[in-house]
């Protein structure tokens, strides 16, 4: 996703604004390919999966690629999204 675009994302549970990003990969053209977005409202965190922001509702996540997403960058993610994120964390 383009860097610009955290200016008009906002959290589709709670609409809070604006979200917290954490780049892990970019691209040329400030393009964030990996990375993770993150609501301080309601606790719940968005991956950023091949330069798409995942932002859905709690009943249309996918838990098992979540708890993947969480293990792959666990070692770049703050310790409160990994072991306290919402919905579900490691
Ligand atoms: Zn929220």
């Known amino acids: 996703m383009q860097r610009k675009l955290l200016d008009i ?3 589709p549970i709670d ?3 604006p979200l917290g990003l954490l780049e892990f990969s970019l691209r040329e053209g400030d393009v964030i390919v990996d ?4 609501c ?4 719940r965190y968005y991956p950023i999966i091949d330069e798409i922001p995942v932002m859905l509702p709690d009943n249309l996540r996918n838990r098992k690629e979540d708890l993947g997403f ?3 960058w666990s070692s770049k993610l703050p310790d409160g999204v990994v072991h306290g994120g919402k919905p579900w964390s490691l």
């Open 35 to 38: 990375g993770v977005l993150t």
């Open 40 to 43: 301080s409202e309601c606790g």
């Open 9 to 11: 994302l906002a959290c």
């Open 15 to 17: 609409k809070h604004y």
């Open 70 to 72: 969480l293990e792959r």
